[in-house]
């Protein structure tokens, strides 16, 4: 599974939610939804503008964990 770590590095950045909502121009409610793991995809328009906003590479963003079952 793709785990989001969008929290760690808006944390890193000492960057809010919305804060990071106004530099994307993605919606607080939509980025809340990404950083809690419940998007089902991501655009790579979004994701690059995420990577511009946070001055971070899309692997401190998403990674891959195996599935616990």
């Known amino acids: 599974m793709i785990a989001v ?4 590095m808006m944390a ?3 960057m809010s939610l919305n804060e990071l909502s106004d530099r ?3 919606t607080v409610a939509n980025l809340s939804i990404l950083k809690n793991n419940k998007a089902k995809a991501i655009r790579f328009t ?3 503008a995420i990577c511009r906003a ?4 899309v692997s401190d963003i998403l990674k ?4 616990s079952k």
């Open 24 to 26: 994307v121009g993605i």
């Open 5 to 8: 770590d969008l929290d760690v």
């Open 64 to 67: 891959y964990e195996e599935d």
């Open 54 to 57: 946070l001055n971070c590479d």
């Open 46 to 48: 979004t994701l690059d």
């Open 12 to 14: 890193k950045r000492k």
